[in-house]
């Protein structure tokens, strides 16, 4: 499966997500993206995004609002803790995402995902209360990520099917 990974502000390239993701077994892009200007992250995520032509998006926080932000056609979303009432346009998700959230998140909070969710009249279990901060980088939440990665892509390709069984 290949992985765009949006990273957060002040984040690192090649952090824990996108490493236990390409440890994993994935093709992971992880581009820099720029922390001080809002709309050149999102021009160059736009960018790697028509290039390698994902089968799954990974936002992280800001990383997360930028996912929202960008023309990603049908590709799914998995959104970490998404920064989205503190960067960008955007005020709805597509049908194909899932957001990772943390309960005890002292940064973005919980409700913002969970108003993300209502504005999008998707289920309530699009909405994934993992893991116990922000930074969503411990075993639970990892694990939750992966597999979260792996059943949107798999729901992806099999939308044309008649015998899916893949929900959300």
């Known amino acids: 499966m290949k ?3 949006l990273h957060g502000w002040k984040s690192v390239v090649g952090g824990v997500k996108p490493t236990y993701l390409k440890d994993a077994g994935h093709d992971v892009i ?3 993206l720029d922390d001080d200007d809002f709309d050149l ?3 160059a995520a736009q960018t790697e995004f028509d290039q390698h032509k994902p089968d799954v998006i990974v936002g992280s926080s800001r990383g997360g609002a930028i996912a929202v932000n960008i023309d990603s056609r049908d590709t799914p979303l998995v959104l970490l803790c998404p920064a989205w009432k503190n960067w960008g346009r955007a005020t709805k998700l597509k049908s194909n995402a899932v957001i990772l959230h943390s309960l005890q998140d002292d940064v973005i909070p919980y409700s913002d995902s969970s ?3 209502a504005n999008s009249n998707l289920p309530l279990k699009t909405l994934i209360a993992v893991g116990n ?6 075993k639970e939440p990892l694990r939750a990520m992966l597999e979260s990665c792996e059943r949107v892509s798999k729901k992806q390709f099999q939308s044309g099917s008649t015998n899916s069984k893949m929900s959300f």
């Open 3 to 5: 992985v765009l990974f």
């Open 30 to 32: 992880n581009p820099a």
């Open 41 to 43: 992250a999102v021009a």
């Open 115 to 117: 108003e993300l969710v």
């Open 133 to 138: 901060d922000h930074r969503l980088a411990t």
